[in-house]
């Protein structure tokens, strides 16, 4: 079939919850995607802060290749090497004591609700405790996801959402203060926001709740899902600030490309939380998805992408600045690391729309914000690539 017709037969069986490109993709190489017609395109998506180590990365497709040749899947009803393995890297790189395997960032945040609520539970034995999530937060599309999601306009189909949750301002702590009270159990924020758009917290508004939790011993919940796993040049993004959250989550680049999600805790969560019976999944934590993180943080390691992304950083913001100042049309750049946004002062869809017939891949964060999140391998070729196709698109419209 040609690009036509693939398109026309997913549209017949596909359910539409997708405005999809109208494109078909066959492969990958590096920071390449390449259409069944074979036109390339240069990615600055990256499966949605997925693929941070880039498409056909063959240390990586070996393991993958390797392990299906042992074994699949079995059931958490038993132990399995990679699973045992990852969550020992898992440890190692966030510094948290607990680990529970996942399939996706949605079902982290699932997990993170729960346990914070079981917390709390065994506390007072009441079941009327309050969580404190931000206004323009984004944390998945399940209802327990979606209920800690500040943006109406994702909820209001989908009402009544799980109950007792509050909505602060990001940034600032007066308002989270004016919500907490004696039922609040967790406050939960992304240490970067990114369907928000592109906005990191400020180091002193995070040290200030993390303080209001330790007095008042409340959870501190940081959704790392887009924004951890090396994105912002430290493995989660959190570490800039030395602020250590009681619960973390985790998805997106943690199997880069396979699907695998974790929610993380310390030891004195996990000890007054979750028991045998609270918390399962079939498919979380199989010997395939594990071994798919346990080489990703190998080869984070081994090929030092934590600072690869330090180094290049400075880079990809001074040529995004330089964006800034020749186009009116842009107000700022938003953003930390590998994750960034150009502001606009209108929609940005023609811009991402011209982009793609160019070659690249960019994504929205919002109706005017142009948002970054290429592979963390890219190179200075690659941003000046990105930067020339970027401005024949403004050059256009």
């Known amino acids: 079939m040609n690009m036509t017709e693939y398109i026309d037969q997913a549209e017949k069986d596909l359910l539409h919850t997708y405005n999809r490109y109208q494109i078909v993709l066959e492969k990958g190489d590096g920071v390449n995607l390449y259409d069944i017609n074979g036109k390339k395109y240069l990615d600055f998506v990256g499966g949605i802060a997925v693929f941070a180590l880039g498409y056909n990365n063959k240390e990586y497709n070996d393991a993958l290749k390797d392990q299906i040749d042992k074994l699949i899947h079995t059931s958490n009803y038993y132990y399995n090497v990679p699973a045992i393995e990852a969550a020992r890297l898992v440890k190692k790189a966030s510094g948290m004591d607990r680990v529970f395997f996942t399939n996706s960032g949605a079902e982290a945040v699932e997990g993170a609700i729960k346990a914070a609520r079981k917390y709390a539970y065994n506390k007072d034995h009441k079941t009327d405790h309050e969580i404190i999530a931000m206004e323009h937060s984004f944390h998945g599309r399940t209802m327990g996801a979606l209920s800690v999601t ?20 990001y940034n600032n702590i007066d308002s989270v203060k004016a919500l907490i009270n ?37 959870l501190l919940i940081l959704d790392e899902i887009q924004c951890g796993m090396g994105r912002t040049g430290y493995m989660f993004a959190w570490q800039r600030y030395g602020v250590k959250p009681d619960i973390m989550t985790s998805a997106k680049a943690l199997g880069c490309g396979v699907p695998v999600g974790a929610f993380m805790m310390t030891e004195k969560v996990a000890e ?61 750049r938003r953003g930390s690391g590998f994750m960034q946004g150009l502001v606009f002062d209108r929609p940005v869809a023609p811009v991402i729309n011209k982009a793609l017939e160019e070659g690249l891949f960019t994504i929205n964060a919002g109706p005017n914000i142009l948002r970054l999140v290429p592979p963390l391998v890219i190179t200075k070729d690659d941003i000046d690539e990105m930067i020339k196709i970027v401005r024949k698109a403004l050059a256009s419209l």
Not at 190 to 210: C, D, H, M, S, Y
């Open 272 to 332: 007054n939380s979750l028991v045998a019976g609270d918390h399962g999944t079939t498919y979380g934590g199989n010997p395939l998805a594990c071994r798919a993180a346990q080489k990703v943080l190998d080869l984070f390691e081994k090929n030092h992408i934590i600072e690869h992304v330090r180094e290049l950083t400075p880079y990809l913001e001074g040529e995004l600045d330089k964006l800034v100042a020749e186009y009116d049309c842009i107000i700022e």
């Open 182 to 218: 004696d039922k609040t159990c967790a406050i939960i924020m992304e240490t970067v926001q990114g369907e928000g758009g592109l906005i990191p917290a400020k180091e002193e508004f995070l040290k200030e709740v993390r303080a209001l939790c330790d007095e008042k011993d409340i």
């Open 150 to 169: 500040g943006n109406p306009k994702y909820r209001e189909a989908f009402e009544p959402m799980i109950g007792n949750i509050r909505f602060a301002e």
